[in-house]
C-alpha cells in the first residue's frame, strides 16, 4: 500500500478564509450554509446506548461486533431493500471519510491503475486515487470508461454530495455490469439515503449497489460505504461501515487489524443502537424538510434556480454565473456557501447551499436572500 501525501492538492476549504471574514461584517451575524456538519442534537438512544459501552478496558474488534454486523443487515433488509447483506461482509470504519479515502490503496490500487468518480462530486475520491499513486478520471457516462482495464474502482454517489441527484436501479446496474465486464470494484457512497425529498424516490427509497435488482443476486464486486453523520447526527462519534463483497471486505479487515483501524467499542455499541431506531431519523428527516421548504423557495425568489436536489442536505444553485461571484454576493449578505468549484471544473458555476444550520438560521438567511440589500 503506498501513499503519496506529496500528490494532493491545497484543502480547498481554506480558501473560504477571506469570504468568511467578509461575512462576518454583516450587522445579523454569519450564516454558515458551507459545511454539511449537523447542529441538531445526537439522539438520546444513542447516548444512552454509548453511555451504557462506556467501560470498555479491553481492546475492540477491528471486524465489529457480531451484534453490530448483524444489525447492519437487518437495516439493510429494512430500510433499504436488500434481504441478503451477509453480516460476514460488513465492517465498521472510522467515519465514511477514510475509508473513501484509503480504498483505493487498501484495494492494492496505485501507478498505472484508473479510478473513476463522478465529474462533480466529493473531493475525496480525486485525493484517494492520488494518495494510491493512480490516476483520478472524472466520468459521469459509463461509455466513458467501459472496456478500459485500466479502470479498478468506480466510484458512485447517490444521492450525490454536491448535486443531490439520484441514480435510479437501472442506472446502478449498468455501472456494475460495465465495471464487472473489466474486473473492476464498485464502492457506492450512500451516506445521504435516508433523506430523500422528491418522488419516486421518497415514497420508494434510494435504491443501493447492493439492492437485488442491481447486483443481479451476487455482491461480487460491489461495496456500500454509508455514515451515520447525516441520519443520526452522529458526526462527532465518527460511525460508518462498509459492506458488501465479503472477500473483499476480507482483505479490508486484514490490513485495517495490522494497521489498528479499530472503531471504539462504546461506538459501535451506539452504532448499532443507531441503525436499530427508526423514529429518530424519521424526526430528523422533518426537521430537514422544514428548512428545506424555507429555504429553497427563498433562493428562488433571489434569482437562483434549484437544479437535482432530489434528496439530501444540500441545494444544488446557480445564477449562471462563476461560483465565486456567487460566493461574494452572498457573503456580502453574511451568508456563506460552498463555491462549485471545490467540486470539479463541471461545477463552477454552481453553489451549495447546506441545510445544516439551526433554524433560526436557516430562518433569517431565508430572511436576507428575500431582501435587497
Not at 41 to 64: F, S
Not at 316 to 328: I, P
Request: aromatic letters at 6%; glycine letters at 8%; one cysteine or more.
Amino acid at each position: 500500500m503506498a501513499l503519496h501525501p506529496s500528490a494532493l492538492p491545497d484543502f480547498p476549504w481554506d480558501s473560504l478564509t477571506p469570504y468568511r471574514e467578509r461575512a462576518l461584517q454583516h450587522p445579523g451575524g454569519l450564516v454558515d450554509l458551507s459545511v454539511g456538519t449537523p447542529v441538531d442534537p445526537t439522539p438520546q438512544v444513542v447516548r444512552d446506548a454509548l453511555i451504557a459501552a462506556a467501560d470498555a478496558p479491553g481492546y475492540p474488534q477491528t471486524y465489529g461486533t457480531p451484534e453490530l454486523r448483524e444489525t447492519v443487515a437487518a437495516w439493510f433488509a429494512r430500510r433499504r431493500g436488500v434481504p441478503d447483506v451477509d453480516p460476514a461482509g460488513v465492517l465498521p470504519t472510522v467515519g465514511s471519510k477514510e475509508m473513501v479515502a484509503l480504498l483505493p490503496a487498501l484495494l492494492g490500487i496505485g501507478e498505472g491503475h484508473t479510478v473513476v468518480h463522478p465529474t462533480a462530486a466529493y473531493p475525496t475520491y480525486d485525493v484517494g486515487a492520488r494518495l494510491a499513486g493512480a490516476t483520478p478520471r472524472p466520468a459521469d457516462e459509463v461509455d466513458e470508461w467501459a472496456g478500459d482495464r485500466s479502470v479498478r474502482l468506480v466510484w458512485v454517489n447517490s444521492p450525490s454530495n454536491p448535486t443531490g441527484a439520484v441514480l435510479s436501479r437501472e442506472e446502478l446496474k449498468e455501472v456494475v455490469d460495465a465495471a464487472r465486464e473489466i474486473g473492476a470494484v464498485v464502492a457506492s457512497d450512500e451516506c445521504y439515503a435516508e433523506l430523500p425529498w422528491e418522488e419516486p424516490w421518497a415514497s420508494e427509497g434510494v435504491p443501493s449497489i447492493l439492492d437485488p435488482a442491481v447486483a443481479g443476486g451476487s455482491h461480487q464486486g460491489l461495496l456500500s460505504v454509508y455514515s451515520l453523520s447525516k441520519q443520526s447526527n452522529l458526526a462527532g462519534y465518527r460511525a460508518a461501515f462498509v459492506a458488501g463483497d465479503p472477500a473483499i471486505v476480507g482483505r479490508l479487515l486484514e490490513v485495517r487489524k495490522h494497521a489498528g483501524f479499530i472503531m471504539p467499542a462504546p461506538v459501535q455499541a451506539a452504532m448499532a443502537a443507531a441503525l436499530a431506531d427508526d423514529s429518530h431519523v424519521e424526526a430528523q428527516r422533518e426537521v430537514y424538510r422544514g428548512r428545506r421548504e424555507l429555504l429553497k423557495p427563498a433562493l428562488e425568489s433571489a434569482g437562483f434556480r434549484v437544479e437535482r436536489s432530489q434528496a439530501g442536505l444540500y441545494l444544488w444553485s446557480t445564477r449562471d454565473e462563476d461560483c465565486w461571484d456567487t460566493l461574494g454576493e452572498l457573503a456580502d449578505r453574511g451568508i456563506i456557501v460552498a463555491p462549485g468549484a471545490f467540486y470539479g471544473e463541471a461545477a463552477r458555476r454552481h453553489v451549495r447551499v447546506a441545510l445544516t444550520a439551526t433554524d433560526e438560521r436557516i430562518e433569517e438567511a431565508a430572511r436576507r436572500l428575500a431582501k435587497s440589500e
